[in-house]
């Protein structure tokens, strides 16, 4: 635990006038771009990036952040009135709030979404900032030979639970760290998959790589789904429908979902720490618990506000969870917390547990602006939901060139010419054949962006081990991993894996 002083000149870092400003824009973005169905926030975190550049680090990661707590309820907004999430964690909100709305009752549905998110998310923040510190600490006492055991552990549960095949994942994440070779020898110095470009000498661009794979790709599949199906969306329902009661939630109808929203906070924020494993999962696996032990007074998948509560509240706590093993051991949990991984290491920062030593403030400051973003999400989230409705209906014509041309612009200006976009833009490539037969992304973006302290570590230990497989006994911790990691991708494949979508 960092002194006293530090924790709270971070958090009044994050309590200036500038980080509110970027905190409260990013979760207006994340919600605008969460209400539209296929952008989503991780695709806004995405084409962002580059734009935060020029911005002290905290107020950069803030804004990360916000768009992010955003667009974890503004998901529920299409799902809610059109039956379409606007982001896959949000689908399991489909299920009760969208019969609520046909009902006459659409502002009441969303109010509740947001209260759940907000419940859920603080309560995950909260865990966050009691168990990262002690998680760094206890990753702090691992030399380099525990540190790729547990890289190797988190591979394979990756792996394992993303996609649709184990040995797919293990191909994605294999092709992850064979790019992140590109570039210059960190020991001997020399070039390596350069062909003879000089730019690739400081490796593969993280910016053109998040951009390609995780915005462009998105763009270009949703043309080519508009083009080639032309089928029009169903209606909105109108969110100015029902009298008074109907268009809020009271406090006794917030209360008596108490259950709810605590156990889906506590599924949110356990499987939010495994990396892999996304909110769109725990959205459902809330949903089911909820459903299984809740009173039978209102009839499920008919507009009971329990389901409404136990999926929000659940998908929202994987955001601060997601976090845990990012600033303790210095593994992102999901897509967006490797997005964040990017925005630290572009602004000089490198993630792991070493932030709690020398980056303390700048981790305490963080803390404060989730919390900040939790009180913005609330606020924005109820002036604006009638706004954010109209949102729901915006033409993809006009979107999706938008979010292209600021694309470009983005790895243009961060990459400095255009060398930059084309790398964006064959990583676009690379992701959509990646999806087209069936490799997950997450996995490739993830190893990619970890390889650089995969290959160090990998170093570090045969150095250490000195090409002595017997050696390894003298680190039991290790050799635990090692045979989890391989436990872990094996069972969990089989329990969970099958039909859990990756989270994006």
């Given amino acids: 635990m960092p002194p006293i002083d530090i924790v709270l000149a971070g958090l009044t870092d994050a309590f200036t006038l500038t980080d509110l400003f970027f905190v409260a824009l990013g979760v207006v973005i994340g919600q605008v771009v969460g209400a539209i169905p296929g952008i989503g926030p991780v695709m806004a975190m995405a084409i962002a990036i580059p734009f935060t550049f020029t911005l002290d680090p905290l107020v950069a990661i803030s804004f990360l952040v916000g768009i992010n707590k955003g667009g974890l309820f503004g998901g529920a907004i299409p799902a809610i009135l059109m039956n379409t999430p606007g982001t896959p964690d949000a689908a399991a909100t489909a299920l009760d709030g969208h019969p609520l709305a046909r009902a006459g009752r659409p502002l009441k549905a969303m109010k509740m979404a947001l209260f759940s998110s907000v419940t859920g998310d603080t309560i995950s923040d909260i865990v966050l900032i009691l168990a990262a510190a002690p998680l760094a600490a206890l990753a702090l006492k691992a030399g380099p030979v525990e540190v790729l055991a547990v890289l190797v552990f988190a591979f394979a549960v990756m792996s394992g639970l993303v996609g649709d095949s184990l040995v797919k994942g293990l191909i994605a994440t294999a092709a992850g760290l064979l790019l992140a070779t590109v570039g210059l020898d960190p020991e001997q110095g020399s070039p390596r998959f350069d062909f003879g ?64 929203l605590l156990r889906g906070a506590a599924i949110g924020t356990g499987l939010g720490a495994l990396p892999g494993l996304g909110s769109t999962a725990a959205a459902f696996m809330s949903y089911a618990a909820a459903r299984k032990t809740a009173p039978g007074d209102v009839p499920w998948g008919q507009g009971n506000l329990r389901g409404i509560a136990a999926t929000e509240a659940a998908n929202s706590a994987v955001m601060g969870a997601n976090l845990i093993p990012l600033l303790g051991i210095g593994i992102p949990g999901s897509i967006s917390a490797a997005l964040l991984i990017s925005a630290f290491m572009i602004h000089g920062i490198q993630p792991g547990p070493l932030l709690f030593e020398t ?39 006009l979107i999706l060139p938008s979010a292209f041309l600021a694309c470009v612009t983005g790895v243009y200006l961060s990459t400095g010419g255009m060398f930059g976009v084309w790398m964006m833009l064959m990583a676009a490539g690379l992701s959509l054949a990646m999806t087209a037969t069936g490799f997950p992304v997450i996995v490739f973006v993830i190893a990619f962006f970890l390889g ?24 039991p911790v290790a050799i635990l991993l090692i045979l989890g990691a391989v436990l872990a991708a094996i069972r969990m494949r089989r329990g969970l894996g099958r039909g859990s979508a990756p989270e994006r």
């Avoid at 794979?213 to 329902?237: D, N």
């Avoid at 290959?455 to 680190?475: C, F, K, M, W, Y």
Wanted: net charge neutral; aromatic share 6%.
């Fill in 197 to 260: 470009h000089f730019e690739l000498y400081d490796g593969v661009s993280l910016v053109a790589v998040a951009v390609g794979m995780l915005a462009v790709a998105e763009i270009l599949r949703r043309i080519a789904e508009a083009v080639s199906l032309g089928r029009p969306p169903e209606p909105a329902a109108a969110p100015q429908t029902g009298g008074a009661a109907d268009r809020k939630v009271s406090l006794r109808e917030y209360l008596s979902c108490w259950r709810e």
């Fill in 359 to 397: 980056q303390a403030r700048l981790i305490y400051g963080l803390f404060g602006a989730m919390l900040m973003a939790n009180l913005c999400n609330l606020v924005i989230g109820q002036l604006s939901l009638r706004l954010w409705s109209r949102v729901v209906g915006a033409p993809e014509s």
């Fill in 452 to 475: 650089e302290r995969f290959e160090r570590a990998l170093s570090q230990s045969l150095t250490i081990l000195n090409g002595d497989p017997v050696a390894l006994l003298d680190h």
